[in-house]
T-cell receptor, first 115, second 112 residues
Framework: DVKVTQSSRYLVKRTGEKVFLECVQDMDHENMFWYRQDPGLGLRLIYF???????EKGDIPEGYSVSREKKERFSLILESASTNQTSMYLC??????????????FGEGSWLTVV | GQNIDQPTEMTATEGAIVQINCTYQ??????LFWYQQHAGEAPTFLSY????GLEEKGRFSSFLSRSKGYSYLLLKELQMKDSASYLCAVEEVTGGGNKLTFGTGTQLKVEL
């Protein structure tokens, strides 16, 4: 059974803390994505990666960075957490073929609260 | 960049048919997805269209017109469990790989 695992389901962090959200997939997928989801705004793409050590900015990269040192792991980093980064974060992965069809898989989500 | 529009909310009656529209503007179009998302859960895949026309899958159908930048999701024989958010997402081929961008979602409420 395919799996995208996000390390933490619920986190509470203080303003200014450095936060790591980890995502691991076991499907040998090239593409990995980080989204955040907020009421009324839908899923917004933060960063994505199409290969190890490669990263591309999504629509809202400000305040975030990412790391893809290994193919199976894609980390989202909040260098200095702020309250407006309180959100639900979703990781996803997909194989590289064009088109990717229905082969995008989501993790279960990480709810981050910054106080 | 992309611009994806869908209605914010819709209400329909159990047993009825509902159509959720999605319009988009994008370069490098590579397909359109529909996802269902229940509160507190990750999105689940419903349908994928890359060519013009209708794709039918049980009670759900999805239509695409590439020239018009338009898609709809059709839900028949509505059930209470269909109450959820429905997300339209467009896949775009970029120089840096495939990118999937979502609309804000349509919250569907099914009533008795």
């Amino acid at each position: 059974d395919v799996k995208v695992t996000q390390s933490s389901r619920y986190l509470v962090k203080r303003t200014g803390e450095k936060v790591f959200l980890e995502c691991v997939q076991d499907m040998d997928h090239e593409n990995m994505f980080w989204y955040r989801q907020d009421p009324g705004l839908g899923l917004r793409l933060i960063y994505f990666s199409y290969d190890v050590k490669m990263k591309e900015k999504g629509d809202i990269p400000e305040g975030y960075s990412v790391s893809r040192e290994k193919k199976e792991r894609f980390s989202l980093i909040l260098e200095s957490a702020s309250t407006n980064q309180t959100s639900m974060y979703l990781c996803a992965s997909s194989p590289p073929q064009v088109p990717s069809g229905n082969t995008i898989y989501f993790g279960e989500g990480s709810w981050l609260t910054v106080v | 960049g992309q611009n994806i529009d869908q209605p914010t909310e819709m209400t329909a009656t159990e047993g009825a048919i509902v159509q959720i529209n999605c319009t988009y503007q994008t370069s490098g179009f590579n397909g359109l997805f529909w996802y269902q998302q229940h509160a507190g859960e990750a999105p689940t895949f419903l349908s994928y269209n890359v060519l013009d026309g209708l794709e039918e899958k049980g009670r759900f159908s999805s239509f695409l017109s590439r020239s018009k930048g338009y898609s709809y999701l059709l839900l028949k024989e509505l059930q209470m469990k269909d109450s959820a958010s429905y997300l339209c997402a467009v896949e775009e081929v970029t120089g840096g790989g495939n990118k999937l961008t979502f609309g804000t979602g349509t919250q569907l409420k099914v009533e008795l």
